[in-house]
């Protein structure tokens, strides 16, 4: 074989080595991520260098007390409360590898939490999870938008929850409410509808189906998930190219993943009405969100999600007889600001 020819041998081999690696990560180059013929989409995260994603999330929840559903009607039986929390971060690549682990440097850059109705809408001081303000933290996120490394966020999570807990301990470990649970629903599965999808080098067709979990917040402590069946519902256009619209329905899930993270640790007590209450039995949780996710992009544009529980609850041994049933009706958005916004 001559110089010339073994010259082409060698630069059809590499052209074979550069599409086989553009494949893998699911056709990462711009116009191939939307193949309208077979109606294939590839979803991938991704950043560019110099640009900050800032995105604001809002979990909105109201609990609905019932202390006895078998009684007869009576005004006071029945308690409501809310709870909401808003929080802008910030998102800057560190280091962009499109086809590895990128490193991305989140800035929390503001929280602001409240309460009213009940006891849990007294005055409290800040909520633990306000303690995450002008916090930063890195993640380490591959291509498909799932966090292999979440150490530093998880050590934030931990350091909130070590907040949640009264100074004085002259009564035992004593917790107060927080939503710091929300705010692992925001930031731990921020791209789960993404890196949830089994084959993505595949793409995903209208209509396909794919499932994951996600975690519930809740006023009390206690840990549950949710199954979420995910299906690519259409690909509609948007002002800066194609948007796939990612549909979801929730159901209680029957266990939840060891490596989430958690917040406490050891014993205590929780203070207010659901650390009096106890111990819980949810019955039941249904629910459905859409994702709206912006194909050239690579990035979520906006998100929510809506799911009501029910649980029952159980009173110490107080001679008491009662029947307390609890609703909570609970909503998670999170969306994608812009400049001015």
Request: net charge neutral; hydrophobic share 35%; glycine share 10%.
């Amino acid at each position: 074989m001559d110089r010339i020819e073994r010259t082409r041998v060698g630069t059809r081999w590499a052209v074979m080595v550069v599409v086989l690696a553009v494949l893998s990560v699911g056709c990462r180059s711009t116009g191939n991520r939307w193949a309208h013929g077979g109606k294939r989409v590839f979803l991938t995260v991704d950043f560019e260098p110099g640009q900050t994603l800032r995105y604001k999330f809002i979990s909105r929840r109201r609990i609905t007390l019932d202390w006895d559903p078998t009684a007869e009607l009576d005004r006071n039986r029945v308690q409501e409360r809310s709870e909401h929390v808003e929080v802008v971060v910030a998102y800057a690549p560190v280091e962009v590898d499109p086809y590895g682990v990128s490193t991305i440097r989140a800035n929390v850059e503001s929280v602001r939490a409240t309460r009213s109705g009940g006891l849990s809408g007294r005055s409290l001081g800040p909520d633990a999870v306000e303690s995450a303000q002008g916090r930063t933290f890195t993640l380490k996120v591959d291509p498909r938008g799932r966090i292999v490394d979440p150490s530093q966020l998880d050590a934030l999570i931990r350091e909130m929850g070590e907040k949640a807990f009264r100074s004085d301990t002259s009564q035992g470990r004593v917790k107060e409410p927080d939503m710091i649970g929300d705010f692992v629903a925001g930031q731990w599965f921020l791209w789960d509808a993404v890196s949830s999808v089994q084959q993505p080098a595949d793409g995903v067709t209208i209509g396909q189906r794919w499932s994951s979990q996600l975690s519930v917040p809740t006023p009390m402590v206690i840990r549950r998930a949710r199954d979420v069946a995910y299906r690519l519902e259409e690909v509609r256009p948007g002002e800066e190219g194609p948007m796939a619209v990612i549909g979801s329905t929730y159901s209680l899930a029957d266990s939840k993943p060891a490596d989430w993270p958690v917040p406490y640790s050891g014993r205590f007590q929780m203070s207010g009405t659901f650390g009096f209450l106890g111990p819980y039995e949810v019955q039941g949780l249904e629910g459905a969100g859409e994702e709206l996710f912006d194909v050239e992009a690579g990035r979520v544009e906006r998100a929510q999600q809506k799911y009501t529980m029910r649980m029952k609850a159980s009173l110490p041994p107080m001679g008491i007889q009662a029947n307390p049933q609890i609703t909570i009706e609970q909503a998670l958005t999170m969306e994608l600001m812009r400049e001015g916004s």
